[in-house]
């Protein structure tokens, strides 16, 4: 694993352990047994941003782009997809006892997000789960992702 848990002090410090390649496999609940497949890569732009593309097979699920950084003293994530969506996250990673944890959300009136990505042991698989909730009480499941990492 590129950056392994424990060896470093910053939340985006931790997020080098994203840094390459990736194929991704899953589904969402609003698409019934479809099995979504598609590519993400993370790429470091002067140390100081992460920048992740990601695509999809499945022409229902946005192709998008999304920029990570420090920002005012906060990690945060702005995020933009092939169907003109923009959105602001809040983000963390935090390293557990035997993997990293990766944790982005946005607690917006109407639609707020959250998603978490955790590390496989040897740090080449991560799995990810996303929910959403439209009044902030009630959560419900969204896109689900295992990331295997190709370079």
Request: hydrophobic share 35%; proline share 5%; net charge negative.
């Amino acid at each position: 694993m590129t950056g392994s848990p424990g060896n470093e002090s910053s939340p985006l410090e931790l997020l080098r352990a994203l840094t390459g390649s990736w194929t991704t496999e899953g589904s969402h609940p609003l698409l019934p047994g479809a099995v979504l497949r598609g590519q993400a890569t993370f790429e470091w732009l002067d140390g100081r941003f992460l920048i992740w593309r990601s695509s999809c097979d499945h022409p229902d699920i946005p192709d998008a782009v999304a920029v990570i950084g420090v920002i005012d003293d906060q990690l945060s994530m702005h995020y933009f997809d092939s169907r003109g969506v923009h959105r602001v996250y809040l983000v963390d990673a935090a390293p557990g006892t035997t993997s990293l944890t990766w944790r982005f959300w946005r607690d917006d009136p109407g639609f707020s997000q959250r998603f978490t990505g955790t590390f496989g042991a040897g740090g080449d698989t991560l799995d990810t789960r996303g929910q959403f909730s439209r009044d902030g009480v009630t959560w419900e499941d969204d896109l689900a992702l295992t990331y295997r990492r190709t370079t």
